[in-house]
């Protein structure tokens, strides 16, 4: 089970060494992270072993996007990390989220599993993306909500989709299915890749059910207060603006 309103700070750093001094940096001691493919492709399963360590709660985002039997078998193996959540790619289909859950009972630790969480659909992608180059011709709400339908179905724990489908996730597929929610940014700040962005606050009138926050906090000036103003925002709704 997720804790209440996790806010995962995305290590998207070059190195376990940038990622472990910036933790050092931040001081805080109950934080929950997110490692992605460039820090676990870089180091490994070291960073986890580390991290966990500090007592962090950990999201391993590999998004596994593959044949069922290849993705189960990977997942097992993933389980026996000890992470706390990991996900896949819904569009694999539901025998793929199956199987992927298969896979993290088989490696569980103690009868410990990973959360499973499948994609939706990235929040870089646009209506118009959707529709030119994936050749999705339904609206980007329905495509979502049909993804965690399936993937609710296919026995997943929840979605990451944007703020901005949250709640029709939860209607379809109850407020128990986690929403974890990218694309988080401070009204004033730049989206960069982003495109279906929303702030902090917004993600707490939303009900989602935990935000992602990368860039924002990890490139801001200073880190530590820019944690301090997203965390603000999300538990109280109480947002200031990061100059
Ligand atoms: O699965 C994810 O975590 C994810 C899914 C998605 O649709 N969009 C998305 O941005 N992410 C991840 O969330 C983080 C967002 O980072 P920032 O845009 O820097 O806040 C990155 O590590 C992405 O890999």
Redesign the pocket.
């Known amino acids: 089970m997720l804790a209440t309103k996790p806010m ?1 700070i ?3 750093f070059p190195s376990g060494e940038e990622a472990l001094s910036f933790l050092d940096q931040l001081a805080i001691e109950e934080v929950a992270v ?1 490692v ?3 820090l676990f492709y870089k180091e490994g399963p070291s960073i986890i072993e580390q991290l966990k360590q500090r007592n962090y709660k950990i ?1 391993l ?1 590999l ?1 596994l996007h593959d044949i069922p039997n290849t993705v189960e078998r990977a997942m097992k193996n993933l389980a026996s990390l000890g992470v706390d959540v990991v ?1 896949v790619h819904a569009a694999g289909g539901k025998r793929m989220i199956e199987a992927a859950q298969k896979g993290l009972q088989e490696g569980a630790i103690n009868g410990q599993k990973p959360l499973l ?1 499948a ?7 646009d209506d118009e993306m959707l529709s030119e180059q994936l050749l999705i011709q339904e609206e980007m709400e329905q495509v979502v909500k049909h993804y965690a339908y399936n993937a609710k179905q296919a026995g997943a724990d929840g979605v ?3 703020v901005w489908e949250s709640r029709l996730v939860h209607d379809i597929c109850g407020t128990d299915f986690y929403t ?1 929610t ?4 401070m009204e004033n700040q730049h ?4 495109v ?2 929303a702030t902090p606050t917004v993600a707490n009138e939303q009900g989602v059910s935990a935000i ?8 801001a000036e200073d880190p530590v207060r820019a944690y301090h103003q997203f965390e603000g925002a999300w538990n109280n709704g109480n947002e200031t603006t990061i100059s």
């Open positions: 995962f995305a290590l998207d997110k992605g493919m460039e999201f985002d998004k996900n969480l994609v939706t659909q990235l929040t870089s992608t990451v989709c944007s974890v990218p694309g988080i940014r989206n960069q890749d982003q279906r962005v992602v926050v990368g860039r924002g906090i990890t490139k």
